[in-house]
């Protein structure tokens, strides 16, 4: 400590204090790499003001956007084992997980919540990219029958939000057991000719794109989401071929017939309502 110390008072002595400054208070696109102010970018739903681009955006408040004023309940998760197969790699499961539900302050990857939307009861599922990669195991599976029942007992129709990198591969064949369960529970929800209805958001790939996501009966994707199973770099390896530009986006699908409707954030929810005041009167039984 230096001797001049003991001779500055104490308020003056504060002022030359380092402040602490809150991280993340500017951020880079990943679209167009300019600076956005954090605040701006939340404000914007997530969205580049400058170029357009869709970042992640936090379940939470892409649902209280969605509802009407905001006001969802959130349901329970079913319980599921919490590490079948005592995996371990560079770290525990289990402490994957708690890493994970401390971050996000969620059970796992998926959110079901229910609500309604222009005053029709809606069930969502929703994907936590933020959440081990929005990888889907037993507890996601679990969640997507747990709201497909959910839909059919409310008479609802059931909204699935993915945003996920597939399987997770620390539940090994329990995980990839969950794309035909999640097939069933979209069958489900038809069989009681309610509608499914998929946004997918970036990115949905791996077991998820090739299960529930492929399934809806009426399908959009927000704009530059990267969709598909096999990453390009993978398949192009395997090819040895140039792939097509834009290959994999929501924009290529959409082309190709596996997207039906690509829709920015700022629009999805008139979007989704209208699309709901059209089928309302076949969900009433």
Known sequence: M?????????????LGKKRDVPESLWLSCLGCEKMIFQKHLEDNLFMCPHCGHHAMWPVAARLAHLFDDGYYQILPLPTVPLDPLGFRDQKKYTDRLKD????????????????????????VACFNFAFIGGSMGMAAGEALIQGARTAVDKTACFLMVSSSGGARMQEGILSLMQMPRSTIAVQMVKEARLPVVMLMAHPTTGG??????????????????????????VIQETLRQPLPEGFQTAEFQKKH??????????VFREAFSNLLQTLQHSMIR
Not at 2 to 14: E, G, Q, Y
């Open 2 to 14: 230096s001797w001049l110390t003991h001779f500055i008072p104490p308020k003056i002595r504060s």
């Open 257 to 266: 017939g596996f997207v039906d409707l690509i829709t920015s954030r700022s």
């Open 100 to 123: 994970a539900r401390q971050k996000t302050k969620e059970t796992d990857a998926v959110t079901l919540a229910v609500g309604k939307v222009g005053g029709v009861s809606v069930v």
């Open 208 to 233: 998820v794109a090739a299960s529930f996501a492929a399934l809806g009966d009426i399908t959009f994707a927000e704009p530059g989401a990267i969709i598909g199973f096999t990453g390009a770099r």
